[in-house]
């Protein structure tokens, strides 16, 4: 079963007479409850798509249609409550709020959505992604490994249908960043949620269900043949 689409999604940067084209027309179908990687060189287009299917950004041409709704059809509010309650998202940096503690970075999200913290769900994630003992801590007493698990529970906090991550290895060594991606993966499988996860990477790619591979914008390469 889909979960999301896009249909010729494109988005162009104008700066002064320089055009650059960050993608060029991708139509692609998610399926639910998978794991996609998107993989290709720096510049492709990766982050761009990404922001572009988590509403994050807005595209210059094409559709992004998520529960029959075309996302960029939404006033900006609206738009801004069904990501925050329907997808999350991982940074490569973590992008943390440094002055908060672990657990009230966690929190946030089901503050800024003034609801009830489902404790049972908090623990649960806390539980899986082995930050009991972090969260008092602020981020700047937190190595890097124990700073994305904080930031993928707070990505977690509001039970997203879809979890958006951008590379959220890159600043880790191999072992940490191993370690983050099982975490992923458990969530992915364990959850049930969808999973988009942009990656350098190829032994990460190679984890996923799917693998697409963007060049200049355009989907060079994808493993699974496209449903339209
Ligand atoms: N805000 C921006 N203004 C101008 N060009 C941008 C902007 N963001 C991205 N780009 C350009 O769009 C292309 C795709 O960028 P990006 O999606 O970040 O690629 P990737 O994540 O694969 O490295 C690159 O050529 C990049 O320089
Ligand atoms: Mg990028």
Redesign the pocket.
Known sequence: MEIMHCENLSKVYQASENKVIALDGVSLALEQGSFTAITGPSGSG??TLLHLLSGLDHPTGGRVIYQEADLYKYKENQLAVLRRRRFGFVFQSYNLVRELTGWENILLPVMLDNRQADEAHLHHIIDLLGIQERLSHLPGAMSGGQQQRVSIARALANKPAILFA??PTGNLDGKVGREVLTLLRQVNRELGITLVL?THDLNVAEQADRVIQLEDGRVAHDSEVVKS
């Open positions: 990766k982050s951008d590379e942009v």
